[in-house]
């Protein structure tokens, strides 16, 4: 007898998605669209998404792709650079063109080489972000190469963000992936504000940094930020499984062809979009607290960035027997991506209605 639990909620939103272009867009979005309302889509492309009109355009090329009769709507992001002009980021947002200005520190992770040198070069950016309440979502790591690799978020904390709060304490900001006890600390202890948030991903809650030497060194389990200690992985468990409004869900999931990933220099990216909602069904069911899934994955994303909850619904359900893990999917031009996690059985999927 299979014993089948379920539970339906609102249609989920990713705060946080990359689906890279054409090829692999096409190859890697109907996972997505197919089980999210709605995603932020990353400007990283190479060369980047910066200006209103290259997001317009590439809104077009998202549309394009995604799979005939299913509802989702792609959510557009400009990159900064040192010389971001503040009017045309206006204008993409008051056109309702850029839903959001994206913060990579030069060099922090996959096509960031464009990014901000020194946040300082762009105070009138943020300042204008401020005034129109446009989002700022960050990368949050700092690049210096003094600075221990698995601590680079934890001293963007303490570096940049703080300063960020201080100097900007209407702008609305997203840590994004959250990865580390002590940025959880921090977006608690700013919570009062209303104004700073963090989303959070799958492969964060669902795996510790020892996944990386697994039997051998793992590149299929290297993100930006990289995994972190056991202690951080409970306390951003602990921060989604909470329901406080300020944590949800962003899978970050960001597809690189195997040839890519499996390489001396493997590239940083965990394509997670096929089972990140079993993922995190998964961990919810695990701390006892899947009365909180809706909050995490359906609320508390659409309520901080001020839309509404979707209306559609979406059921996922427990079987007894582990599910079978996706194989590598493949592009039109031939290339694998492999899909996390592999070898850890998930027992919660999307239910086919
Ligand atoms: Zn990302």
């Known amino acids: 007898m299979t014993e089948m639990k379920t539970l339906t909620i609102p249609k989920p939103d990713d705060w946080h998605l990359h689906i890279r272009d054409e090829a692999m867009m096409r190859a890697v979005l109907p996972f997505t669209a197919r089980h999210f309302a709605r995603a932020v889509i990353m400007p990283n492309l190479k060369p980047p998404v910066v200006t209103a009109a290259d997001a317009a355009a590439y809104r077009d090329r998202v549309r394009a792709a995604i799979p005939e009769g299913?509802?989702?709507t792609p959510l557009m992001t400009a990159y900064l650079t040192d010389t971001t002009d503040p009017d045309d980021l206006e204008c993409g947002f008051e056109e309702g063109i850029l839903f959001g200005a994206k913060l990579y520190p030069a060099g922090a992770t996959t096509n960031s080489e464009n990014g901000v040198t020194d946040i300082q070069n762009i105070s009138v950016v943020l300042d204008r972000l401020q005034r129109i309440g446009m989002p700022?979502?960050?990368?949050?790591e700092v690049t210096d190469p003094d600075v221990d690799f698995f601590d680079r978020e934890a001293v963007f904390v303490d570096r940049v963000l703080t300063r960020l709060r201080h100097n900007f304490p209407e702008l609305k900001i997203v840590l994004e992936h959250v990865s580390t006890h002590h940025a959880v600390q921090y977006v608690v202890s700013e919570a009062h504000s209303g104004k700073l948030a963090a989303s959070i991903t799958p492969h964060h809650l669902l795996y510790n940094r020892n996944r990386l030497f697994d039997g051998g060194l793992c590149p299929h389990n290297?993100?930006?930020?990289?995994?972190?200690?056991?202690?951080?992985?409970l306390a951003v468990v602990e921060a989604a499984t909470s329901?406080?409004?300020?944590f949800f869900a962003g899978t970050d999931s960001a597809p690189h062809p195997r040839a890519a990933k499996e390489k001396d220099n493997a590239a940083g990216g965990i394509f997670s979009a096929p089972t990140a909602l079993s993922i995190y069904a998964e961990i919810f069911d695990r701390a006892d607290a899947l009365d909180r899934l809706?909050?995490?994955?359906?609320?508390?994303?659409?309520?901080?960035?001020?839309?509404?909850v979707n209306e559609a619904t979406l059921t996922l359900e427990k079987a007894d027997a582990p599910l079978e893990l996706p194989s590598p999917i493949v592009t039109e031009e031939g290339d694998e991506v492999v899909a996390f996690p592999s070898g850890m059985p998930l027992s919660w999927r999307v239910a086919d209605r």
């Open 294 to 308: 809706a909050e995490f994955l359906s609320l508390n994303g659409s309520s901080f960035y001020g839309l509404n």
């Open 70 to 72: 299913v509802n989702f």
């Open 222 to 233: 290297f993100c930006l930020p990289v995994l972190k200690r056991e202690t951080d992985r």
């Open 243 to 246: 329901g406080a409004p300020m």
């Open 136 to 140: 700022l979502l960050l990368h949050g």
